[in-house]
Structure formats: C-alpha cells, structure tokens
C-alpha cells in the first residue's frame, strides 16, 4: 500500500457491537430451526467466526470459495466455484454470509445457485453493504454497516491478500 493512508472507518467494538445485533436478529428470527450457515471464503472467515458464536440456535457451518472474472476492480458476474459445499441443504434454512456485498453480481449468481438447490429458505447476511456501488438487484436480509465508496480493509477484508488480519477496518486513501 505504498503512498497510500490508511484511515481508521470501524473499530473493533463497534463491529463487535453490529455482530451482536446481527446474532440476535438471526436468533429471532429462527426460533426452533436448525441453520446452515454458509461462509464465503476467504474475506468472510473472521466475521462469519464472530456471527455464529453470536447465534443463539442450533446451527451447522459449511464454507464455499467463489471467483469472478472481470478487471480487478469490477467484476464479470461469470462465477466460478472453488470449492463447494459439502452438506446437502434441500429443504434447509441457510444463511449465506459474506463479508461486503459491492456491485452484487456475484452474490447474485451465488444466491441463484443456492437456490437450485431448494433450500427451505435462503437469506443473505453480510458485514458491510456498497449500496451505492450496486449494479444488480440484490438486497441482504441482514446487513451490518452501510456505506458509501471507499476501498477498506481490514477484519478479513483484504488488499492482495494481505490486511485481513487487523482488528479494525480502514478506508485506504490515497497519500
């Protein structure tokens, strides 16, 4: 990140505190169902850790890595899945949890090959929501912060696969 300024966006306790929040919606509004809750690698690793020990529910948890093909900063929406997942959720409630929904494109063709799959339900559930960058329609169920532009790492967000393992998150701005 050279020539560039890291500035701090969240901190710990604040993101901490929207966990919770997010923890016990999913808590109410699940009562008595069993969850899978499904993470997408790799940025949501920490977040998606944090949320299912702030759910009061009994839960399983899988995990699915996906790339999109595009220019570095704007996606092509084609998906291609690098791992998937390994429990069947025909006729589950599942809840997909990302770390930041941007332009929505693939979370929008994830959403729609889960869907394939005929859960009993399926919700989205992430950290952070670009509203402002969405070029597809696709709306979380729960969402932890809203903003607006702005590149940040940080809590498993990353630059090159580095900075996922700051505590707080950080807007990087130029210097």
């Known amino acids: 990140m050279n020539q560039n300024q890291l500035k701090l966006l969240y901190s710990k306790d604040y993101i901490a ?8 919606e ?12 499904v993470c997408i690698l790799k940025g949501s690793f920490l977040f998606f850790a944090d949320l299912v020990r702030a759910i009061d529910a009994t839960l399983v948890v899988d995990f699915m890595r996906v790339a999109s093909y595009g220019s570095e900063t704007q996606t092509s929406g084609i998906v291609e899945v ?6 069947a959720i025909a006729g589950r409630d599942v809840i997909i949890v990302e770390d930041i929904i941007d332009s929505g494109h693939t979370l929008r063709t994830l959403y729609n090959m889960l869907l394939l799959r005929n859960p009993r339900s399926l919700k989205i559930c992430t950290l952070i929501d670009k509203r402002s960058r969405r070029e597809v329609v696709v709306e979380a169920d729960y969402a ?17 696969e580095r900075y996922r393992n700051l505590a707080d998150i950080f807007v990087v701005e130029p210097a």
Do not use: N
Request: charged share 35%; no cysteine.
């Open 17 to 24: 505190e929207q966990v919770q929040r997010l923890g016990k």
């Open 26 to 37: 999913i808590t109410r509004d699940h009562p008595g169902s069993e969850l899978v809750m």
């Open 82 to 87: 690098r791992k998937d997942l390994e429990i």
């Open 144 to 160: 932890g912060i809203t903003m607006d532009d702005g590149f940040i790492i940080g809590y498993g967000l990353d630059f090159d």
